[in-house]
């Protein structure tokens, strides 16, 4: 009898930094900066260390000081304390997005392991497979599809008629149909998500010495950058990162041949649709967006959706939800050629790159 079950050994390349965030940050109080290198403490270690030098005190009032320019080096350094070996958790080398003559900022973590070697977890990438599956499964429905049309024209009126308040949970309730109408199916008289024939393993862990610090940049059609205040550990670009993926036929209802052609056409989709507008675009094939910072774009399937709609695109879509949902000051009502306006960037050896790109193939 065959198995529907089949396993593979597969490939992510990371095509520009990665952050798949930890949900953690550390703070200038909380890092040493010093010959390229942040030491990230180890706090147990840390204050067990000032303890058995009698500075707990001293560094209780060193943490209650709010002057932005006094950081943990400053306050080592003034008891003489030069070597960070004992109180570090790992360290960071050859960091070049930080200026120490201006105010340290803080560091989002990205997830490690129980010994502090960075990892992409299989959820994660399971995560951006079901958007390229979803994705390919409305582009292969017929214009016509009258649960389609009915799909879209609800999703409208929400989008154009819903206020603030509601109109998260209104085309919440659409998505929880467009996704049973797509990613559900039938297995004896009971509704199962195909997405259940798709196990994805935690990937191999990745040396810390692929890790780089790199700084949020939004990028405007017109090439425009703006410096958002925040920086994330990220695996660098031209690493490969393995992991396990299984797939039931019998639940999702396709094989490997057909998931990477999947991905083939969503990433030609993804820069038709949505790439266009910016400058800061290299288009390479098969590529997808993972992680956090990767923005809008990366994580919907609005535009696919309205692709073939004339008089109410996806552009027009994003519009009507992100001026409801955002902060006016982000003033997406001005949204003409694409929306979200702002491309997810951030810079790594002074070359410019979109947050998150990545590839996956049969390793």
């Not at 992991?243 to 969503?266: M, P, Q």
């Not at 409801?324 to 790594?348: A, F, G, L, V």
Request: proline share 3%; with cysteine.
């Amino acid at each position: 009898m065959e198995s529907y079950l089949k396993h593979y050994k597969m490939k992510l390349k990371t095509l520009a930094p990665l952050y798949i965030g930890s949900g953690k940050e550390v703070t200038k109080k909380q890092y040493i900066f010093a010959n390229n290198k942040i030491y990230v403490v180890d706090v147990p270690k840390f204050l067990k260390f000032i303890a058995d030098k009698n500075l707990t005190d001293k560094y209780m009032t060193f943490l209650q000081n709010d002057d932005p320019r006094i950081k943990l080096k400053d306050f080592l350094e003034k008891y003489c304390i030069r070597n960070y070996d004992d109180i570090t958790a790992y360290v960071l080398k050859g960091v070049e997005n930080i200026d120490d003559k201006r105010s340290l900022k803080n560091v989002s973590l990205c997830v490690k392991n129980a010994y502090n070697e960075p990892y992409i977890p299989g959820s994660s990438i399971k995560g951006m497979l079901r958007t390229v599956i979803l994705w390919n499964m409305i582009c292969d429905t017929p214009e016509n599809n009258r649960k389609l049309q009915g799909i879209k024209k609800d999703a409208k009126h929400e989008a154009k008629t819903s206020d603030g308040r509601s109109i998260k949970r209104n085309l919440g309730r659409i998505s929880d149909i467009l996704e049973k109408n797509y990613l559900t199916k039938n297995i004896e008289e009971k509704d199962v998500s195909i997405m259940r024939g798709l196990i994805v393993g935690d990937s191999k862990p990745v040396s810390l010495d692929n890790i780089v610090l790199c700084q949020k940049i939004d990028v405007s059609p017109n090439g425009k950058e703006k410096t958002i205040n925040t920086m994330r550990e990220c695996i660098r670009p031209n690493v490969d990162i393995e992991f396990d993926l299984t797939i039931d036929s019998s639940v999702l209802g396709f094989d490997i041949e057909t998931l990477l052609k999947y991905i083939e056409n969503y990433s030609n989709n993804y820069y038709k649709l949505m790439m266009y507008p910016f400058k800061n675009v290299e288009e390479i094939d098969n590529s997808m967006f993972l992680g956090g910072g990767a923005g809008y774009f990366s994580k919907t399937v609005s535009y696919i959706l309205f692709d073939e709609e004339k008089d109410y695109d996806g552009v027009d879509f994003t519009r009507d939800l992100l001026k409801k949902t955002t902060p006016y000051k982000h003033k997406h009502e001005k949204d003409r050629d694409i929306s979200p306006h702002m491309q997810k960037c951030t810079r790594c050896n002074g070359k410019m790159y979109e947050m998150g790109k990545c590839q996956i193939e049969l390793a």
